[in-house]
């Protein structure tokens, strides 16, 4: 079973960043695609970015050019850089994990944008 925890979830003005990491309890090396999720209340879980064994990267629509997603395979974590964040842009950020057909999901961080 692996475990991804994730970190850097927190309060920011509109306009401004965090950086969400997410650490995986074991090698990610091989690990088919990464990824962030968001879940805002009363809505569904929506991908936010990917990205696969071999550095593609795709993005939702509305982060596109504002989010960064990167892996390090080294230290096994998956990093979301977040810029100008928006209103819209408020959620429980979980880290999302396949490998073949198995997936895993963390627990979550909580990030708020509000002035």
């Known amino acids: 079973q692996v475990q991804l925890v994730e970190s850097g979830g927190g309060l920011v003005q509109p306009g401004g960043s965090l950086r969400l990491s997410c650490a995986a309890s074991?090698?990610?090396?091989?690990?088919?695609?990464m990824g962030w999720y968001r879940q805002a209340p009363g809505k569904q879980r929506e991908l936010v970015a990917l990205?696969?064994?071999?550095?593609?990267?795709s993005y939702a629509d509305s982060v596109k050019g504002r989010f960064t997603i990167s892996r390090d395979n080294a230290q096994n974590t998956v990093n979301l850089q977040t810029n100008s964040l928006k209103s819209e842009d408020p959620g429980v950020y979980y880290c999302y994990s396949r490998l073949l057909r198995r997936e895993w999901w963390g627990q979550g961080t909580q990030v708020t944008v509000s002035s």
């Open positions: 990205i696969n064994v071999g550095g593609s990267t």
């Open positions: 074991e090698s990610i090396f091989n690990f088919n695609a």
